[in-house]
């Protein structure tokens, strides 16, 4: 096991990985990065996907099958993904059960097309669900106005839950209510609570680099200071677990709680620094705290593993820094909210471009495979 890496995990971080492949899964790496480095999840997405099936020729076999019993191309994306993601479960599952479900977990998205679409996005997570068919699988919601009540439904069905693309305070605010509300819509419908868990993912670089470049073209007053730079991502994932210890509080959650219910824990996501001036491991060793989950790309995980400073808890005794720095942003002239609707719906369309590439190159392979 790596030192680093170790003392990450004993803070009270749990590392999952940021990446799935079918090139992981057959060489073993994935099974390789669980028992030596700490691994004890692995998030995907329509990218990460995206990626795998342009990169490697371990699927070309899977698609002439395809080809050849006629699927259309939504057929074969939906088949190729829930078969890399439930042989992940698989790898995964002897951590599931040694962690009592908290993680093991593999993450699996609705897709992107479905982010503003409650009822299509219920539909789609049970058939996902039903499909994948382990009891670690944890399926993607984003959390768009219209994701709140997927998740509401689709916690109330019993089925678990991450929540994607959530870069703002009151927008987590409204995801951790979806999720309450769903437990209780659980009990409702006579499901174990504690068979139900949901992780939130809260993005980070990414809103260092949507508040990064307003200040860069900032030519006066008090957003021209380059000290503003680079801090807006672990100072409102900072506060936004303060959200976190604030919500899962008080009689509603105790009652919950007194029935089995998991605090929905909050997933740091988008940890890769995008600035290459910025140390390649802050969206880690800043955001140490426990209970909390770090998705990491295997880039991010090896620079942790090489010169990740773990030095305790890193968000709580922040608070009052995170709120003094988000409010000189605001006084620069930033505009919070209208940074946060800028990822959001960046975010949404980023997925559904990579989710439309991965179809075109799919839908050309599959008709390779049939001539």
């Not at 992107?112 to 994948?132: F, N, S, Y």
């Not at 174990?192 to 809260?202: K, N, P, Q």
């Not at 890193?314 to 409010?327: L, N, T």
Request: with cysteine; charged share 25%; proline share 4%.
């Amino acid at each position: 096991m790596n030192d680093r890496l170790k003392a990450l995990a004993d803070a009270g971080v749990s590392i999952w990985l940021d990446d799935l492949s079918r090139e992981r899964l057959q060489t073993g790496n994935l099974a390789e990065l669980v028992e030596n480095s700490n691994v004890v999840g692995v998030t995907s997405n329509p990218a990460i996907f995206q990626a795998a099936l342009s990169d490697g020729e371990r699927y070309d076999p899977q698609v002439r099958e395809l080809a050849a019993a006629g699927a259309d191309v939504e057929k074969a994306t939906q088949t190729i993904t829930t078969d890399d993601v439930r042989e992940a479960c698989k790898v995964l599952r002897p951590v599931f059960d040694v962690t009592d479900g908290v993680d093991g977990r593999v993450s699996i998205e609705v897709s992107p097309g479905l982010a503003h679409d409650t009822d299509q996005t219920v539909a789609e997570a049970a058939e996902l669900w039903r499909i994948v068919d382990q009891p670690n699988l944890l399926i993607k919601i984003p959390g768009t106005k219209e994701g709140w009540p997927a998740i509401t439904e689709t916690i109330g069905a019993g089925i678990s839950v991450n929540v994607t693309l959530i870069f703002g305070l009151e927008q987590y605010r409204n995801v951790m209510e979806a999720y309450v509300a769903g437990l209780e819509k659980a009990v409702a419908n006579g499901h174990e609570l504690a068979d139900i868990h949901s992780v939130a993912s809260f993005f980070v670089s990414r809103v260092d680099g949507e508040i990064d470049k307003r200040l860069e073209a900032t030519t006066e007053g008090p957003g021209t200071d380059p000290a503003l730079r680079g801090k807006a991502g672990v100072a409102n994932a900072r506060l936004a677990f303060k959200l976190y210890e604030e919500f899962f509080a008080g009689e509603r959650w105790e009652a919950l709680e007194a029935q089995g219910a998991r605090k929905q824990r909050p997933l740091w996501a988008s940890t890769g620094v995008k600035n290459p001036d910025y140390d390649d491991t802050m969206y880690v060793v800043d955001l140490v705290v426990e209970d909390t989950v770090n998705t990491m790309p295997e880039k991010t995980l090896d620079a942790v593993a090489d010169h990740g400073e773990v030095r305790g808890d890193r968000v709580r005794p922040f608070y009052d820094d995170a709120a003094a720095h988000m409010q000189a942003l605001a006084d620069a002239g930033i505009d919070y909210d209208d940074v946060i609707q800028v990822l959001l719906q960046e975010g949404v369309e980023k997925f559904l471009v990579a989710w439309d590439e991965l179809q075109t190159t799919l839908a050309a392979s599959l008709e390779a495979a049939r001539k």
